[in-house]
């Protein structure tokens, strides 16, 4: 099994700036994909962005100007830079890992616990 654990979330006005870090533990030989989703109150969760660990990456248009993925491989860590962050941003980020899969869905094995994101 892979063990995620997300970090870095908290409040920030709008504009500010965070970096959410996902560490991948265990079987590090099936995180080959990270991808970062996140869950607002009231609605359904929506990805985020997705770094395999070749470098392929995926990230959704509301965010590609605003929001970086990237990865440390030598310490099993994703990260996830957001810039310019906006009220509607507001909400639970988690990460998830797969041995296989890479993309926007939400077809992932291994998932963390979040790290909540408030925005005002």
């Known amino acids: 099994d892979v063990q995620l654990v997300e970090s870095g979330g908290g409040s920030v006005q709008a504009g500010g700036t965070l970096r959410l870090s996902c560490t991948a533990s265990?079987?590090?030989?099936?995180?080959?994909?990270i991808g970062w989703f996140r869950q607002a109150p009231g609605k359904q969760r929506e990805a985020v962005a997705a770094?395999?660990?070749?470098?392929?990456?995926f990230i959704i248009d509301s965010v590609k100007d605003r929001f970086t993925i990237s990865q440390d491989n030598t310490r099993n860590t994703v990260y996830l830079q957001m810039n310019g962050l906006k009220p509607e941003d507001t909400a639970k980020y988690y990460c998830?890992?797969?041995?296989?899969?890479?993309?926007?869905?939400?077809?992932?094995?291994?998932w963390g616990q979040g790290t909540q994101v408030t925005v005002s």
């Open positions: 998830a890992a797969d041995p296989r899969y890479c993309g926007l869905g939400s077809t992932y094995a291994y």
């Open positions: 265990g079987d590090t030989d099936n995180r080959n994909c």
């Open positions: 770094l395999h660990r070749t470098g392929t990456m």
